[in-house]
T-cell receptor
Framework: AQSVAQPEDQVNVAEGNPLTVKCTYSVSGNPYLFWYVQYPNRGLQFLLKYITGDNLVKGSYGFEAEFNKSQTSFHLKKPSALVSDSALYFCAVRAPNAGNNRKLIWGLGTSLAVNP | EAGVAQSPRYKIIEKRQSVAFWCNPISGHATLYWYQQILGQGPKLLIQFQNNGVVDDSQLPKDRFSAERLKGVDSTLKIQPAKLEDSAVYLC????????????FGPGTRLTVL
């Protein structure tokens, strides 16, 4: 069965320090992987995705993620955290070759707190 | 480019009442999704439309939830009658049809059932 795990409910980091939000997945075939961010009382905002090609993907607001097939991971990273990065982050995966069904499998989310 | 529009943003109803949510997707997006997000959880897909046809409604509680996308553009999600456990944020998203297409989300409707 397809699944996504975000092993940390909460990540705390000091402003200016690098941050990592972890995501591992289980899906047959080569996955499509996504990161979204959710601010309080807002919808989900797309950050970045991996479809194919370079394993290092760059996205919005200085975020990047590295696809690691052997470890089935897609960790989200940022070199220098900002207080404004504090939000809820979701990892999602979609199996390829699913035809018209574009259903995403979602992790439970990781709450990121960046302390000034 | 305008994003996904949803209304209302907030709704409070009594249990056993009915409620409807509206969504207008990004122009040109053939695929539209309705999700339910309960506090502290990830989104749960309720229904996916491609144009005006249903692709996946396997997790839609069909005894009380219904959705339509009659002209292949905007969509309505209805709950009748509502239960306490329906309290959640209802998110609408849309995407194009293509390899690795991205789902773009609206601001959501926060429903409270008392």
């Amino acid at each position: 069965a397809q699944s996504v795990a975000q092993p940390e409910d909460q990540v705390n980091v000091a402003e200016g320090n690098p941050l990592t939000v972890k995501c591992t997945y289980s899906v047959s075939g080569n996955p499509y992987l996504f990161w979204y961010v959710q601010y309080p009382n807002r919808g989900l905002q797309f950050l970045l995705k991996y479809i194919t090609g370079d394993n290092l993907v760059k996205g919005s607001y200085g975020f990047e993620a590295e696809f690691n097939k052997s470890q089935t991971s897609f960790h989200l990273k940022k070199p220098s955290a900002l207080v404004s990065d504090s939000a809820l982050y979701f990892c999602a995966v979609r199996a390829p070759n699913a035809g018209n069904n574009r259903k995403l499998i979602w992790g439970l989310g990781t709450s990121l707190a960046v302390n000034p | 480019e305008a994003g996904v529009a949803q209304s209302p943003r907030y709704k409070i109803i009594e249990k056993r009442q009915s409620v409807a949510f509206w969504c207008n997707p990004i122009s040109g997006h053939a695929t539209l999704y309705w999700y339910q997000q309960i506090l502290g959880q990830g989104p749960k897909l309720l229904i996916q439309f491609q144009n005006n046809g249903v692709v996946d409604d396997s997790q839609l509680p069909k005894d009380r939830f219904s959705a339509e996308r009659l002209k292949g553009v905007d969509s309505t999600l209805k709950i009748q009658p509502a239960k306490l456990e329906d309290s959640a944020v209802y998110l609408c998203a849309s995407s194009t049809v293509g390899v690795g297409d991205t789902q773009y989300f609206g601001p959501g409707t926060r429903l409270t059932v008392l």
